[in-house]
């Protein structure tokens, strides 16, 4: 709108009128809700309860159909009634759209995955010999959640997901009850004792030890509470890419909180 009232003042020196300006403003409605609904979205999924992974869901469902519904506004808007070929180009832009949203999320969740050699899980022992697959060692939703930096969120995914929890000592193979000995680092000029977990193994320095756990929240909990005197704070991801840090008493209590 403002450019098109600057080339009218600039060729005739006179400004759009009321009802022109009211015409631009609902023509350029589409482009302003196309991009104010999926940042309204990711927006309450920052300072609410939403796992930003489905938020991330929704707002690029939205986009998507509103790539589908493109040439429909461009005909409504020139007054031209839409067409099956209308239909179908604005399809095929969807599918491109969604294409790229595929491709971003499984390029993503490769990078995250990454190279997982050097820590307790890896396909092949040191004699070659291949072992069963083990689990994946990571949190999709509270790496989602590190990433926006999201409290609340990081919350619901401790208590709805495992947390990946560095050893000193792996636990024995033939004993289920042992879960090794959890990794700490304490400062050496002040004495206090810091516990490092990680949304994903792959986030963790090569300089802890290589071993690692997957536990679930019980775990968690207990561990904390057991240990809460001891533990100065807690980091999530120390080394990036998105690093949090929280007391024992704070995790405590998200742990502690139904839903």
């Given amino acids: 709108m403002l450019a098109e009232s ?4 600039a060729r005739t020196d006179e400004t759009l009128s009321r009802a022109e300006i009211r015409g631009e403003l609902r023509d350029s409605l589409p482009v302003l809700t196309t991009g104010l609904v999926p940042a309204a979205i990711l ?5 609410g309860d939403i796992p930003g992974l489905w938020a991330q869901f929704v707002a690029e469902t939205y986009i998507t159909v509103r790539l589908a519904l493109t040439g429909f506004v461009i005909e409504r808007i020139g007054g031209q009634r839409p067409s099956c070929r209308t239909f179908f180009i604005g399809v095929l ?9 595929v491709l971003k999320a499984v390029l993503g969740s490769h990078r995250r995955t990454g190279s997982r050699h050097g820590y307790a899980g890896t396909m092949a022992s040191k004699n070659g010999r291949r072992r069963k697959p083990q689990p994946e060692f990571r949190n999709v939703a509270l790496s989602d959640a590190l990433q926006t930096q999201d409290m609340a969120a990081v919350a619901f995914a401790l208590r709805h997901g495992p947390t990946v929890v560095p050893l000193m000592r792996a636990g024995e193979r033939d004993d289920p009850l042992d879960a090794g000995e959890v990794w700490t680092y304490r ?10 977990l990680f949304s994903d193994a792959a986030h963790k320095p090569e300089t802890l030890p290589p071993a690692v756990a997957l536990q679930d929240p019980a775990w968690l909990l207990r561990f904390l509470t057991a ?6 704070t807690v980091f999530f991801d120390i080394a990036g890419p998105h690093a949090l840090q929280a007391t024992p008493d704070d995790l405590i209590e998200a742990l502690t909180i139904r839903g």
């Fill in 6 to 9: 600057a080339e009218r003042r």
């Fill in 93 to 101: 832009l969807a599918a491109v759209g969604l294409t790229v949203s």
């Fill in 227 to 232: 240990h809460r005197e001891q533990l100065t």
């Fill in 187 to 196: 400062n050496p000029e002040t004495g206090q004792v810091a516990l490092l």
């Fill in 43 to 47: 927006g309450l999924a920052r300072l």
